[in-house]
T-cell receptor, first 108, second 113 residues
């Protein structure tokens, strides 16, 4: 059983579309992270949140602690957003768990 | 400010050998964590160090070990390499712990033949 589940696994969108990636978790958490990984391996931390909502440019992350669910939204998607998006949580025991990732392709 | 630096970038080893990977965190960051990424298992947490002490450990065999030096630089060691240890090994640093944003290095790609 995975502590962190992401959906969808793969996503193809047209440039300009609004994109949502979902993450559900089963453990008590102290923080949830959204990560972006481009081909070649480098990982960038997009958001770290423990409640509410955060926005950075065209990216928005929300979390609902009661429902143990988080979403990552990309508005006005662009081909450069093509990457793997990974949800990760750190729990109250300071263990770290990763989702399997969502591979996003944005077509011009 | 320099980012997280991992060396070497690529490494090829033979089964049974051992390997040491290095991670230099962002200046001022005291927490360093290590991760293994494989196509089959995805990203998995190996361990985390803070002020030279291992605070947390993932579910990996004892062949995987690490340490952190007083300047926060960290090394990870894998002994008696197996084919299944072929992976991308990533480290990340943060100011204090997982409640601080993580900054990842570019990783070391280890191939075991």
């Amino acid at each position: 059983k995975n502590e962190v589940e992401q959906s969808p696994q793969n996503l193809t969108a047209q440039e300009g579309e609004f994109i949502t990636i979902n993450c559900s978790y089963s453990v008590g958490i102290s923080a949830l992270h959204w990560l972006q990984q481009h081909p070649g391996g480098g990982i960038v931390s997009l958001f770290m949140l423990s409640s509410g909502k955060k926005k950075h440019g065209r990216l928005i992350a929300t979390i609902n602690i009661q429902e143990k669910h988080s979403s990552l939204h990309i508005t006005a998607s662009h081909p450069r957003d093509s990457a793997v998006y990974i949800c990760a949580v750190s729990n109250t025991g300071n263990q770290f768990y990763f989702g399997t990732g969502t591979s996003l392709t944005v077509i011009p | 400010k320099a980012g997280v630096t991992q060396t070497p970038r690529y490494l090829i080893k033979t089964r049974g050998q051992q390997v040491t990977l290095s991670c230099s965190p962002i200046s001022g960051h005291r927490s360093v964590s290590w991760y293994q990424q494989t196509p089959g298992q995805g990203l998995q947490f190996l361990f985390e160090y803070f002020s030279e002490t291992q605070r947390n450990k993932g579910n990996f065999p004892g062949r995987f070990s690490g340490r952190q030096f007083s300047n926060s630089r960290s090394e990870m060691n894998v002994s008696t390499l197996e084919l299944g240890d072929s992976a991308l090994y990533l480290c990340a640093s943060s100011l204090t712990d997982y409640n601080s944003p993580l900054h990842f290095g570019n990783g070391t790609r280890l191939t075991v033949t």
